[in-house]
């Protein structure tokens, strides 16, 4: 998990700030997002594009899941997932394109690189107080609904650098009837090659927000955020009934331990399960724990207690304590990496 990363009772334990571990409950959690950009994708120019997206699905068993063309920039897009990034396949429509110039100058290869950040403004702004000159005036609409902006590459040792932020929202109500204790569900859409996501979390849980992670999972893979009553037992099986998946991976916040780990076992289509912030006394009696499960507790005195109860019967279990939102979304987008099989 890195170095800021270390063990306990066999428990990893991520230090809440990125820099000092002996400060990591000083910083507020939109702070510790704004600092921590990802890769989001990879921008490669070709020539063509459909010997490309072959060469990927023979490979890779990866297969273009969008396109896009955007006439003010001249280009065609093809987007590939690709484990926790994205691939852009770009190719020009005519020669005045900027990546016809490109490709004239060095052929196909790597375009760019792009990194997400949560307040695009305000990289923009910290940027040309770096020194550094956008080529862009100001962040402008770019592919898959983002805003985006890019640096000159002449000051970036000739890398054309990316930043980009997604939508407010990817997330879309899901109408109709719902099981009974769901208050309302979102669906997010994203590839149909790898298993979905189905978050469930409790009104009364201080959750991950559903939105934030739809982003980071989605277009990489569909997710589904349900939102249930305070003190319900919700229909998890009902739930993937509507999502309609062969397979999904659940992770579930404020939930009944025993319930979701029940449901894990009965329902097939059940492939990983994350559980976040359990009680203390949730596991004493538990059997059967489901193979792939990652427990994240909270970096604290009582989310650790909980975690090495759980560890003292079950050896097997990946527990990591970790309080920070930003850092428990990419941990769990990790996992499931690891965990995905086809959808």
């Known amino acids: 998990m890195g170095s800021a990363a270390f063990e306990r009772n066999g428990i990893c334990r991520l230090p809440f700030h990125p820099h000092k571990a002996e400060n990591r ?6 702070h510790a997002a704004n600092i921590m950009p990802r890769l989001d994708h990879v921008g490669i120019a070709t020539e063509n ?5 072959e060469v990927l699905r023979d490979l890779l068993g990866e297969s273009c899941y969008l396109s896009e063309t955007l006439e003010r920039d001249g280009i065609h897009i093809s987007f590939v997932s690709s484990g926790t990034a994205q691939l852009e396949l770009l190719e020009a429509l005519d020669e005045t394109s900027p990546v016809a110039r490109f490709l004239r100058k060095g052929g196909s290869g790597l375009h760019h690189l792009a990194f997400e950040v949560e307040d ?4 923009y702004r910290r940027a040309q107080e770096a020194g550094y000159e956008p080529i862009d005036r100001a962040p402008r609409p770019g592919a898959g609904g983002k805003t985006i902006f890019f640096l000159y590459p002449g000051q970036t040792s000739n890398i054309l650098i990316e930043f980009c932020t997604r939508a407010e929202s990817c997330l879309e109500p899901v109408k109709g009837s719902l099981p009974e204790g769901v208050q309302r569900v979102f669906l997010a859409s994203g590839s149909p090659t790898k298993t979905p996501c189905l978050y469930v979390t409790a009104s009364s849980a201080h959750s991950l927000d559903p939105h934030r992670l ?5 277009p990489g893979r569909v997710c589904m955020a349900a939102h249930i009553e305070t003190g319900a037992f919700p229909d998890i099986t009902a739930l993937i009934d509507i999502l309609g998946a062969q397979s999904v991976h659940l992770l579930a916040q404020g939930l009944p331990v025993k319930t979701v780990l029940h449901t ?7 492939h990983a399960v994350i559980l976040t912030d359990p009680g203390p006394d949730e ?4 059997q059967n724990i489901p193979k792939g499960l990652l427990l994240i507790t909270a970096d604290n005195e009582a989310g650790f207690r909980a975690a090495t109860a759980l560890r003292a019967r079950h050896s097997a279990v990946s527990i990591v304590a970790v309080s920070d939102p930003r850092l428990r979304m990419a941990l769990i987008e990790q996992h499931l990496e690891i965990q995905s099989g086809p959808a």
Do not use: G, Q, W
């Open 283 to 286: 596991f004493e009696n538990l």
């Open 214 to 218: 739809a982003r980071r999972l989605a």
């Open 49 to 53: 594009t459909d010997r490309v997206l």
């Open 264 to 270: 894990a076992k009965t329902d097939s289509r059940i």
């Open 120 to 123: 695009i403004d305000d990289m």
């Open 25 to 30: 409950h000083a910083a507020p959690p939109d």
